[in-house]
């Protein structure tokens, strides 16, 4: 009898695939079997985010008190209400009721108009996540940790509730965005669109800021991801944080910052 020919199957995993592997990988390390990095001696945590590392540029001091004694200071009030409106946005997006998140936030009459105006832009493609950490080796010390706020088959969305402090200038220029670029191509294998939703609580209004990202600005924040550490580094080596620049904002310790006021 003459042969036949078997039919090739394609084994090449689809996005749909790729993107539930690398979930059920996270959920995995969300329950204890965390992927293993190799970790340094001079750095308390197991990866290093842009909180972090903002943090440090901003002041040394309040940046090794937190994360290498771990002194916590109290939430301000303002950080309350941008927790709790997330979790009330978290619920939307998710399809649940809402509301007696929304009256945790102050103003919620103001925080409820602000999140109805979300209707016309929900998340058309599939969303992967909400608020979820990731964690991947992009080739520094540490890996990255990064935590958006809702990502999609095909963009990321970082909410920001603010009296205004937040603008569309400034997101654009900050690293975070780009973080989430890195992050997101390194781990899923596509470039991410990525979008900042701006809700001012003094206008009323949400603003929606489309951030485009390419490779320049990928390896222009992976070149500072890597100065700051080195930064780091020599801080701890020399067991001096007390650097000769403070950065641009108020810091935790206020008038007892040494590197202000020292």
């Not at 603008?167 to 669109?193: D, R």
């Not at 801080?235 to 403070?246: A, E, L, S």
């Amino acid at each position: 009898m003459p042969k036949t020919k078997k039919k090739l199957m394609n084994t090449t995993p689809t996005i749909d695939e790729h993107i539930q592997s690398i979930g059920q990988e996270t959920q995995k390390k969300q329950e204890g079997e965390r992927v293993k990095f190799s970790v340094v001696n001079w750095y308390p945590g197991d990866s290093i985010s842009y909180s972090a590392l903002t943090s440090f540029e901003n002041c040394s001091v309040c940046f090794y008190l937190h994360y290498y004694q771990g002194i916590k200071w109290p939430p301000k009030a303002s950080m309350k209400d941008g927790l709790a409106f997330q979790e009330a946005l978290n619920k939307k997006h998710q399809g649940e009721p809402y509301l007696s998140e929304i009256q945790k936030v102050g103003k919620p009459n103001i925080a409820l108009d602000l999140i109805k105006q979300t209707d016309a832009h929900m998340p058309v493609g599939e969303i992967i996540s909400l608020d979820k950490e990731y964690i991947v080796d992009i080739g520094l010390d540490l890996p990255l940790k990064f935590i958006p706020d809702v990502l999609t088959k095909d963009s990321v969305i970082e909410h920001k509730y603010t009296t205004g402090y937040y603008n569309a200038e400034m997101v654009k220029t900050q690293k975070q965005s780009t973080i989430y670029y890195i992050g997101v191509k390194k781990l899923l294998g596509f470039e991410p669109k990525i979008q900042y939703w701006l809700f001012n609580t003094k206008k009323k209004k949400l603003e929606v800021v489309n951030i485009e990202k390419t490779e320049y600005d990928a390896q222009d924040t992976l070149y500072w991801m890597k100065n700051t550490l080195d930064k780091i580094k020599e801080c701890y080596n020399k067991k001096q944080w007390i650097v000769p620049k403070h950065g641009n904002y108020p810091c935790d310790l206020k008038d007892a910052c040494p590197i202000l006021h020292g």
